[in-house]
Protein backbone atom coordinates (compact mmCIF):
# COMPACT_ATOMS: atom_id res chain seq x y z
CA UNK A 1 0.00 0.00 0.00
CA UNK A 2 0.88 3.83 -0.64
CA UNK A 3 3.13 5.09 2.84
CA UNK A 4 3.98 8.45 2.69
CA UNK A 5 6.27 9.02 5.99
CA UNK A 6 7.52 12.58 6.87
CA UNK A 7 10.17 13.02 9.23
CA UNK A 8 12.57 16.57 10.52
CA UNK A 9 10.34 18.03 12.58
CA UNK A 10 11.02 19.60 15.85
CA UNK A 11 11.29 22.58 17.96
CA UNK A 12 13.00 25.82 17.21
CA UNK A 13 13.35 29.46 17.88
CA UNK A 14 12.03 31.80 15.91
CA UNK A 15 14.77 32.82 12.97
CA UNK A 16 16.01 29.08 13.06
CA UNK A 17 15.75 26.88 10.28
CA UNK A 18 14.31 23.11 9.80
CA UNK A 19 14.33 20.13 6.81
CA UNK A 20 11.55 18.36 6.46
CA UNK A 21 11.65 15.00 4.32
CA UNK A 22 8.98 12.52 3.51
CA UNK A 23 9.64 9.26 1.76
CA UNK A 24 7.15 7.43 -0.64
CA UNK A 25 6.85 4.04 -0.84
CA UNK A 26 4.20 1.72 -3.09
CA UNK A 27 3.63 4.36 -5.89
CA UNK A 28 5.35 5.16 -8.55
CA UNK A 29 6.87 8.77 -6.97
CA UNK A 30 7.76 10.40 -10.25
CA UNK A 31 4.40 10.31 -11.78
CA UNK A 32 3.40 11.93 -8.60
CA UNK A 33 3.28 15.97 -8.50
CA UNK A 34 4.27 16.43 -4.17
CA UNK A 35 2.58 18.48 -1.83
CA UNK A 36 3.14 20.03 1.62
CA UNK A 37 0.84 21.22 3.77
CA UNK A 38 -0.16 22.21 7.11
CA UNK A 39 -2.87 22.36 10.12
CA UNK A 40 -2.37 24.76 12.85
CA UNK A 41 -4.69 23.97 16.09
CA UNK A 42 -8.05 25.46 15.58
CA UNK A 43 -7.19 26.03 11.62
CA UNK A 44 -8.22 24.90 8.15
CA UNK A 45 -5.22 22.80 6.66
CA UNK A 46 -3.32 24.97 4.27
CA UNK A 47 -1.21 24.57 1.08
CA UNK A 48 2.56 25.82 2.01
CA UNK A 49 4.21 24.41 -1.25
CA UNK A 50 3.87 22.08 -4.17
CA UNK A 51 6.45 20.61 -6.88
CA UNK A 52 5.74 19.20 -10.05
CA UNK A 53 6.30 15.51 -10.77
CA UNK A 54 9.53 16.52 -12.83
CA UNK A 55 10.84 19.05 -10.49
CA UNK A 56 10.91 21.57 -12.33
CA UNK A 57 7.74 23.44 -11.50
CA UNK A 58 7.29 24.57 -8.14
CA UNK A 59 4.35 26.78 -6.29
CA UNK A 60 4.32 28.70 -2.92
CA UNK A 61 1.41 29.72 -0.65
CA UNK A 62 2.07 33.71 -0.08
CA UNK A 63 2.87 33.41 3.44
CA UNK A 64 5.99 31.32 2.69
CA UNK A 65 7.53 32.27 -0.30
CA UNK A 66 11.52 33.44 -0.11
CA UNK A 67 11.63 31.44 3.02
CA UNK A 68 10.35 27.96 2.25
CA UNK A 69 12.14 25.98 -0.59
CA UNK A 70 10.59 22.63 -2.13
CA UNK A 71 12.94 20.21 -3.82
CA UNK A 72 12.12 16.43 -4.65
CA UNK A 73 14.68 13.43 -5.24
CA UNK A 74 13.11 11.11 -7.43
CA UNK A 75 15.68 8.57 -7.26
CA UNK A 76 15.03 8.57 -3.60
CA UNK A 77 11.67 8.92 -3.74
CA UNK A 78 11.76 11.41 -1.20
CA UNK A 79 10.75 15.20 -1.43
CA UNK A 80 11.94 17.58 1.05
CA UNK A 81 10.80 20.98 2.78
CA UNK A 82 13.53 23.24 3.28
CA UNK A 83 12.36 26.32 6.16
CA UNK A 84 14.03 28.92 6.83
CA UNK A 85 13.68 32.12 9.06
CA UNK A 86 10.71 30.65 10.38
CA UNK A 87 8.11 32.41 12.61
CA UNK A 88 5.93 31.66 15.51
CA UNK A 89 3.49 31.70 12.70
CA UNK A 90 4.43 28.70 11.42
CA UNK A 91 4.20 26.37 13.85
CA UNK A 92 1.49 23.58 12.99
CA UNK A 93 1.52 19.83 11.47
CA UNK A 94 3.13 19.49 8.47
CA UNK A 95 1.74 17.05 5.62
CA UNK A 96 3.00 15.54 2.47
CA UNK A 97 0.86 14.52 0.02
CA UNK A 98 0.94 12.86 -2.70
CA UNK A 99 -1.41 13.68 -6.47
CA UNK A 100 -1.78 13.73 -10.05
CA UNK A 101 -3.33 15.72 -12.72
CA UNK A 102 -3.68 18.97 -13.47
CA UNK A 103 -0.83 21.30 -12.05
CA UNK A 104 -3.97 24.09 -12.00
CA UNK A 105 -5.09 22.50 -9.04
CA UNK A 106 -2.15 21.30 -6.88
CA UNK A 107 -2.92 24.27 -3.99
CA UNK A 108 -6.00 22.37 -3.44
CA UNK A 109 -6.27 19.77 -1.05
CA UNK A 110 -8.36 18.09 -3.61
CA UNK A 111 -5.42 17.44 -5.94
CA UNK A 112 -4.19 14.74 -3.41
CA UNK A 113 -4.88 11.46 -3.24
CA UNK A 114 -2.43 10.24 -0.92
CA UNK A 115 -1.62 11.73 2.65
CA UNK A 116 1.15 11.52 5.08
CA UNK A 117 0.62 11.24 9.06
CA UNK A 118 2.47 14.69 9.83
CA UNK A 119 4.75 15.88 11.37
CA UNK A 120 4.86 18.56 14.09
CA UNK A 121 6.58 21.89 13.79
CA UNK A 122 7.03 24.20 16.52
CA UNK A 123 8.67 27.86 16.70
CA UNK A 124 9.01 29.42 19.61
CA UNK A 125 9.42 33.36 19.91
Known amino acids: QVQLVESGGGWVQAGGSLRLSCAAS????????MGWFRQAPGKEREFVTAISWSGRTTYYGDSVKGRFTISRDNAKNTVYLQMDSLKPEDTAVYYCAAGSGSLATVTSKLHYTYWGQGTQVTVSS
Open 26 to 33: GLTFSNYN
